[in-house]
Each structure stands twice: as structure tokens, then as C-alpha cells.
């Protein structure tokens, strides 16, 4: 066993954890917070991404330990004080989800892309966003959700 | 029309906790105590079991046990079941061999389970999963249908000889042979439907708990249809009876059919929540969804059309055979038979059709209903075969579908093949199509492809579904081993809020927004006051749950239905009040009124009075709270017309999809924003069919090869276009809402469309996935024969 200790959405956290736990599995069994979702086993999917450090990680291909004192975000940590994200209000507005399990990851690398990209065209978008598989919406509405929160924050 | 009522694109109530990370999925779960569990699964094919060691695996650190088929059998329980008899040419009963819950003596497929391991944490499970010895003996694998069904291959399963489940037939041979002799022109395909795997995001996942005070087991499930596990888990596996099994299906991260099935795994971690007293939870990595979800689709058809000289339709016959994978299950017989052959009139009168079905066993995942469930295989069939004609008899494809379309004064139409459409105009959604595409134009645009060194196509699919499934005396009388009608309650609080329990599930549709918007409409309440209940089954009444475009058409009926109860009892009390006869009660929109006058009173006070019973009707009992069962008279038909364009680069194989339009007759429509998300979710599960997706066996040794998101191709986002989507509207003649269903459509009409696009834009029949390569070398054979 070993000692991690992070920030997590403002939290300073420390647990002691087999070195193989990976990032997601510290947050999801240890932290109990299950907004992170874990779909698939390849880090293809996308449902597991947080930010650490401000970047956006595939936190299944992290280990937990390889986090260690770094400050991490993950969906719940992005609403303050009861006021939603642009993200997760553009979402909502746009019908940019529907079964709701690709939506956490969806959200974190959204945000980590309008960061880079203020004011993306569509093609960036759908480039971007070609890490995280969603089987409900056909990505049509997520594109326009996106371009809506990015003019919000101000792109 | 209302903000928040019927027609209203109402932002959806589920989003807040989806979009905080607030949703609640089985996985999310953690029930006092959990073990985990955790399957060892055959890595062959087909092999004989010669025995199973599992001393050092029972003795590794953390295991709680490690339980076998043996195990599974010494307990005397029951296993998985196929719930529709199909009966075959020979006046007998499909052939339904068990299905065992955990494998015994036998592996039939990768996957299959062999134990069970329950151990502290996961790690602790797998690590003792190394230590379970299997002795294995392989025995020879078949994975491709027409290969099982030939003579001298594997035989599977002892009770089915040549690995022959049924062999059906629909509609007249006799007359259909008469048409094709007495044709003008025969046009022939041979298609091959290519193996899904339907991926709904969030994995299966199951935790089974036991409470040895009341006897009473709970299983959190990611379901469909959890009264239906509930029933299957108690009546043909035995665990508990139906009052001692509780099954709740919380959020579910997506279905598409795939969770409509009860599959051995549940079932294992149930019985083992009740064996070692302690909750078990199991959840699914997406290599072994990739193994043990029910996959989708998987059959090869030769199918013919016999037309006249001018263009008109003589007859239909199709053969077909259907791959069911190493088992049977829960719906796999109905999906290849009464879900595709009953569907291959399409939108066109055509007067005799014959269809022969074959359906075998193979060493694969089983196959069963995946969203549009036959109704996919049967459009394919049907538009690949129309668009071939019109090419062969010069004819304009839009021209000849046109010429053939059932007329709008045709209606309740009768098919040669069971179903009677009650009502369609498959002639509007067409020219709305037409007109969206821009399709007089479209000589130009392909000019100019050419121009530019591109293969431009245009495709067309003329759709057509059989949804809100189903009346229960119609699929009874077809071998379903359920009634599939809903239920509802819609009961008031003493404060004038409402809460709606429903047998429908939702896993992405959006109930809570539409069913809430249904009871905002019928009963005045304000959208915030509603709330909808689904997926227990100890709070919900029985119900059928959510497949085949059914969940408003059936389910939304039976709430309407519930409503009409709580108008008809309140206005009982609100004579009361008003000290009226019921007879002069005028009800509209949550509010009573005393006709001709201007007293009124509302729903809200008239749901207080139920429940404060002080000053109330003689003979009228207290409360405001109806339920309703709905069991609908016909299926509903949602038809429609998408058109697909695209550009093919000839010096690489690439597709681009310029264009898509989508004009979709969905009868009313509830919340459209809702509508046409799933108008775009289901062209992409058929794009993804026609483009990018395939499951592939190796032929030889029956390993799954695209077993992970490496090798199985999913639609991304910068793999899609933009789709447009209009919408024509037939109201459903049958049930009071007039609506039909929109969750299969696109599913339905896409790969059909796209790849008419493709083949037109090439010159040459290819079957799916139309992959890069695929596309290059038809482009270079038809362009070598050329010179």
C-alpha cells in the first residue's frame, strides 16, 4: 500500500491504496464520487476524463499515485455554489445528452477544449471531441452545445 | 399549446443530474458490506469441460468463493429462457437448447462463463480468477451462419441437429411463384447484414442482495424491462418468488435493446447474493460486453422483386438466414421472424410476397433484438432491392417508389404478410425529402463532383416500422410468451403535486420531460410539480418496460388513460364543492367549471379535498390516485424518407457524407427537440452499420477480433455530418395521443439509405461495413474492367 494525497474539487484527500489503483478507481471507490464514469477498458471512450492540474486526462490511464499532489476536477467539482457551468448549461439548453454516461467526460474535455480553442469551428470540435464516444446523440447537438458554451465563456 | 405541454420542446428535467455527476447508475451503487464479483470466461470457442480445479483460487487471499456450474446446478435452479415460440414449416415449435447460467460440461462460445469469484475487492477476484484451472478439450468452431447450417459442420448443441433452430416461412409461395413467372423483369441481390455489437455506454452491471430476515432478494440491474427480469428470474429461474424479488433498474446508461434480455450473468450474481448472504456486485469491463451482450443484426439474404413493364410491383420473395450465436435469447426467435418478414411490404402495395427464414446456432455471442430489432433487416432488404430495380429498369428511384407507394386513400391496408398499416402518406414525406435535398439539382452537384475527380451518389430509403409494441392477443396468437401492454399511475399529493409511476423505463429517451409534459397538459399541473417514477419494481405497478418504440404509444396511452380517471373523479368531487350536478362540470386544462357560470374551482383544490375529505361526495372514496392498463389495438407505423449524398474520392476509398435529410412521420409529437435527438442518435448507430462498424469472428478458431473500441470501429464525432430532419404527420388512428414512436427510425432507415448513396456514387453493389478499403477496391475492379 501507498499514501496519495490530492486536492479533489477543492479537497484536500489522502488515502492509502495498492500502487495499481488507478486514478479513476481512487475517485470512483475511494472518494465516492461516481460522476467520473468508467466505459471501457482501452481508454478509448472518454467517460473516465477529469482535469488535473487544469488539463484534461483520461483518469483510467492514470495511476492514482501519478496524481499525487496534484489538484484535480471532476464533473462535480465544476457547478459553484449551486450555479451551473456554462458547459453544463449549454448541455441542457441544446439537448447535448441523453442517457447521461458519457456526459461527465464529455463536459471536462469540452471545457479543456474551449480553453484552447475560445472560439472553435465545428470541424475543431468534432476533432476534439474524437476521444469520447457517445452512442446516444449522434454528436450533432453535443457540436452545438459546445459552440454555444464557448461563445458564453467568451470566446 | 403551453410552454411546458404537448408540442413544447421542454429542456429536459433528467439533465441537472446527469450534467453534476449527480446520476445514479448501478455501478455507482454501494450497498453495506459488498463483495465483488468477478466471471472467468471460456477462452475457446467450443470445447468440452473435463474438469475444473478451483482449490488454490478458493484458497487466495480475499476470495469470499469461487462458484462453478456444478454449483449452480446442485442448487436446483433454473436458466436464461427464450420467450417466443416460433413455429416452423414443420407445424413444430422452435428448437431451444439450455442455456446454462453458468457452463457445466460445455463451452460454446468465448465468453461463457465458467465461475464465478467473489472476493473482497475486484483486483482480489481476478487475481484469484489465475488460479482456477480449466482442463479444457477444444472441439472444432463454427462462427458464420451459412457455414453451421452446411452439412458436416460442428454440432453445437445436442438437441438441434445441423445446428437448425427453425425453419419459417410467411405469406403465399404458390401465388408469389405465379407473379415471378408471369414478370416483366426479376432485379436479385444477395445481402449480407453485418454482426453489431450495440455498446450502450455505461457496461452491464448487476449487485445482488439478500435479506435472510425477510427472504428477499433485491437485484440492481442495468434493465430495459425490470418487471420482466423480475418475472423470468422468478418463474422460470426460481431464486425467489415474485414478492420476494425485487428489481430495480436505477439510471441506465443507455439500452438500445441490449438490456432488454435477461442474461446468465444477473442471474449468477443473485443467486450468489442469496448463497453467501452478503450483497455481490458485478459490473461488466467492455471487453466482456463485447463478449456476452446480446449483438445485433447478422443474417444473409438473397432476396428477388418480379415488377411489369411499366414499373409496378408483382412479388416479393427473400430468403434469409439468421445467425442466433451459441444461444437463444430472451426474444432472439421473434427478431429474424414476426420484427423483420412481417415488415417487407415497406411503404409499397405489393401484391404477393413469400419469405423463408432459417435460423441456426453458431459459436458466437448470442443475437437478439438491437435498436430497430428486423425492422432494419427488413428496410435493407426492401430499399436495397427498390433502388437496384429502378437503376436496372431505368426508371428515377424517387419515380419508382413513387409508382408503387401505397396510396393515401389505400388505408387500413392490409400487407400479405400480417400487418395492417391503419394510416401513412409515404407520398408527403417523400416529396419533403425531395424538396429539402434539393434533388433537381442534383445532376448539377454530381457534375461538379466529377469535375473535381469525386464519385458523387445519392441514396434514398422509404422506411417503414412497426412500433409501440405490441397488442398482446396479436403477438400472442404469434408465439410471444407475454401480453405487452402498460401500465400507469398517476397519483395527486394532498398538495396538489403529482407523481406518475410508470411501467416504461427510461435510458436515454427523456420520460421524465415528456411523460411530465403529457400530465402538465392533461391535468394543468406545473411541470415543476411533477415527478416520474420508474424502474422499481416495488413502487412501480407491473409493467413492460421500454423496446420497440413503444414507452409513449403504449405507456404514454396508459398515463393519458390514468389522467382521464382523475379528470372523471374530479369532477365528481368538484360538484361537489361547487354544490353542481356532475353532469354541468366543465373540465379544461386543471381546471372544473360549473357550466354557464363563472364559478370554478381547480385541480389543485379539488386534490385537497380528496385527500381532506371534511366536505366530500357521498359514496366517492377519499384520495386522488388512478391507475390504468393500456393494451394497445394495433401496432403504430412510423414511416418516413432519408436521403443520403455523398462524395466518394476514388483514389482512396473515402465517403464523405454531404448530406442527409431526414423527413420522419412520427404521428404527434410530444417534445420535439427530444424527437429529433433521437432521430440523430439512431442515423448514427446506421451510419455506423452501413460505414464503419462489423463484428468479426476468425472463421477458423471462433475468436471475437473486434473485441475492444481498437478494433470495433464506433462512430465518433468527426466520423458524422449534420443531419437535417423534418417531420410529416399521420396521427396514429388507434390509440388517443395519436402518436407513433421515434426512438428506431434512424436506425431503421440509415444504412439503407447510405448505402444506395454509395453504390449509386460507385457503380457496384457492396455489402457493409462500407470501409475504406472495401470502397477502393470496387472503385479499382469496376475501373479496370472499364478498360
Known sequence: MATVSMTVNGKSVSADVEPRTLLVEFIRQNLHLTGTHVGCDTSQCGACVVHV?????KSCTMLAMQADGAAVTTVEGLATNGKMHPIQKAFNEHHGLQCGFCTPGMLMSAIDLIKRHPNPSEETIRHELEGNICRCTGYQNIVKAVKAAAQEMGG | MTDTGIGASV????????????????????????AIGYFLRSPHAHANIKGIDTTAAKAAPGVVAVLTGADYAADGFGNPICGWTVTGKNGEGHIAPPHPTIAVDKVRQVGDAVALIVAETLDKAKDAAELVEVDYEELPAVVNIADALASGAPQIHAEAPGNLCFDWDIGDKAATEKAFSAAAHVTTLELVNNRLVPNAMEPRAA????????????????SQNPHVARLVISAFVGLAPENKLRVIAPDVGGGFGSKIFIYPDEIAVAWAARKLDRPVKWTAE?????LTDAHGRDHITKAELATDKDGRIL???VATLANFGAYLSTFATAVPTYLYATLLSGQYAIPTIYAEVKGGFTNTSPVDAYRGAGRPEATYVVERLMERAARDLGIDPAEFRRRNFIGTDQFPYQTPVILNYDIGDYGASLDKALEMIDYGNFAGRRAASERNGKHRGIGFAAYIEACGIAPSAAVGSLGAGVGLWESAQVRFNPTGS???????HSHGQGHETTFAQLICDRL???????????????EVPFGMGTYGSRSLAVGGTAIAKACTKIVDKGKKIAAHLMEAAVDDIEYKSGVFKVAGTDRQTTMAEVAFAAYVPHNFPEGVEPGLNESAFYDPLNFTFPAGTHIAEVEVDPATGTVDIVDWVAVDDFGNVINPMIVEGQVHGGIAQGIGQALLEGCVYDRETGQLLSGSYMDYAMPRADDLPNFRVGLTNTPCTHNELGVKGCGEAGAIAAPAALMNAITDAIGSEIDMPATQEKVWRAVQSRRMAAE
Not at chain 1, 492540474?53 to 486526462?57: E, K, L, M
Not at chain 2, 435472510?212 to 432478494?217: C, D, F, L, Y
Not at chain 2, 403529482?498 to 416504461?504: C, L, N, P, R
Not at chain 2, 394543468?524 to 416495488?538: A, L, Y
Open chain 2, 498 to 504: 403529482v407523481t406518475v409511476f410508470t411501467g416504461s
Open chain 2, 11 to 34: 429542456r429536459r428535467k433528467e439533465d441537472r443530474r446527469f450534467t453534476t455527476g449527480k446520476g445514479r447508475y448501478t455501478d455507482d451503487i454501494h450497498r453495506p458490506g459488498q
Open chain 1, 53 to 57: 492540474d487544469g488539463r484534461s486526462v
Open chain 2, 286 to 290: 467492455r471487453s466482456e460486453s463485447f
Open chain 2, 207 to 222: 449487485i445482488g442482495e439478500y435479506d435472510s430476515g425477510s427472504e428477499e432478494i433485491t437485484l440492481y440491474t442495468t
Open chain 2, 524 to 538: 394543468g399541473v406545473p411541470f415543476e410539480s411533477i415527478e416520474i417514477v420508474h424502474g422499481d419494481t416495488k
Open chain 2, 315 to 317: 412479388g416479393l420473395r
